[in-house]
């Protein structure tokens, strides 16, 4: 089955500054990338995805980038900023039909210092 | 719409005692998922419903574990008996059919506030 691996487990970084958050899939098939943010005491929420047959992605300081041929997929935070600070998922999705799953990593935790 | 509800919120419990979560999802979603979320492992996928219909349980831990789904609006997930390690933070999470457009939020999930499961 599909295996999500994500990195780094933390990570601080000073307001303004970028983050990069890198995850990799095993399985081959799988065609839908999206990432999704949990604030503290909160289910998560998406923030952006990517399908397969796309590159990159951006929606204003936020951006992801997939690698189908290395099977990586990553998330770019720009100027960021305290309200950024949260914990995030990679996940991985397989198929187009009514029966698919959704895999998740294991999440970054981002601090950004002010 | 208020979104996906969970309850209870907090649970509290001894082990060896019974506990059932329960998830309403959006109305006019047709798939529900449970996800397990600990320091350790993250967010892991537990079971997934299509139609009320259980499409895969393989990551359901063991026997103690089970859930249902009777019907459109209404899951649980309930544990017998409980034990330590099964403290955790449990999710619920709805979608939209397969088959509309991706415009209107095909592939999202949309998460309850969760469950906070401790067994003492």
């Known amino acids: 089955g599909e295996n999500v691996e994500q990195h780094p487990s933390t990570l601080s970084v000073q307001e303004g500054d970028s983050a990069v958050i890198k995850c990799t899939y095993s399985d081959s098939a799988s065609n839908y990338f999206p990432w999704y943010k949990q604030e503290l005491g909160k289910g998560p929420q998406l923030i952006i995805d990517?399908?397969?047959?796309?590159g990159e992605k951006k929606d204003q300081r936020i951006a992801v980038t997939l690698n189908k041929t290395a099977k990586h997929f990553s998330l770019h935070i720009t100027e960021t900023q305290p309200e950024d600070s949260a914990v995030y998922f990679c996940a991985a999705r397989k198929g187009d039909s009514g029966t698919y799953k959704y895999i998740f990593g294991t999440g970054t935790r981002l601090k950004v210092l002010a | 719409d208020a979104g996906v509800i969970q309850s209870p919120r907090h649970e509290v419990t001894e082990m060896g005692q019974e506990v059932t979560l329960r998830c309403k999802p959006i109305s006019g979603h047709n798939s529900l998922f449970w996800y397990r979320q600990t320091m350790m492992r993250g967010l892991e996928l537990l079971i997934y419903f299509n139609n009320n219909v259980p499409i895969d349980d393989s990551g359901m831990p063991e026997d103690r574990f089970s859930a249902k789904m009777p019907n459109a609006s209404f899951s649980t997930l309930k544990i017998q008996p409980s034990e330590p390690r099964d403290s955790a933070v449990y999710f619920c999470?709805?979608?939209?059919?397969?088959?509309?457009?991706?415009?209107?939020?095909?592939?999202?999930?949309?998460f309850g506030a969760g469950s906070r499961l401790t067994v003492l």
């Open positions: 990517i399908r397969s047959n796309v």
């Open positions: 999470a709805s979608r939209i059919p397969y088959g509309r457009t991706e415009s209107s939020g095909a592939n999202v999930l949309t």
